[in-house]
């Protein structure tokens, strides 16, 4: 049975920091590329960051280049993010999933809230 597990959400003030933790079981954790997407309140899902299977390309969205780092342990079976300077505006459900070629699979989300 293919899971993903997101931890490590919760609320923290403006200008603090996360990390965010997805752990992946039932499948060859190490063939498959990683994103990070989130979503917020009336609006769409949005690619945050993605990392090749071996870790050694990442990509991520104009809004968080600089404040965000996607990396992968793969004999941990794991992807975080690293999110510092949150902004209110990062204020979403975070999904982990996992991708090759065709194949998709997503972890049940965990709501990052930045507020004062």
């Known amino acids: 049975q293919v899971q993903l597990v997101e931890s490590g959400g919760g609320l923290v003030q403006p200008g603090g920091s996360l990390r965010l933790s997805c752990a992946g079981s039932?499948?060859?954790?190490?063939?498959?590329?990683m994103r990070w997407y989130r979503q917020a309140p009336g609006k769409e899902r949005e690619l945050v960051a993605a990392?090749?299977?071996?870790?050694?390309?990442?990509n991520y969205a104009d809004s968080v280049k600089g404040r965000f780092t996607i990396s992968r342990d793969n004999a941990k079976r794991t992807v975080y993010l690293q999110m510092n300077s949150l902004k209110p505006e990062d204020t979403a459900v975070y999904y982990c999933?996992?991708?090759?070629?065709?194949?998709?699979?997503w972890g049940q989300g965990t709501q990052v809230t930045v507020s004062s």
């Open positions: 039932g499948f060859i954790f190490s063939s498959y590329g």
């Open positions: 990392i090749t299977s071996a870790g050694r390309n990442t």
């Open positions: 999933n996992a991708y090759m070629f065709r194949v998709d699979y």
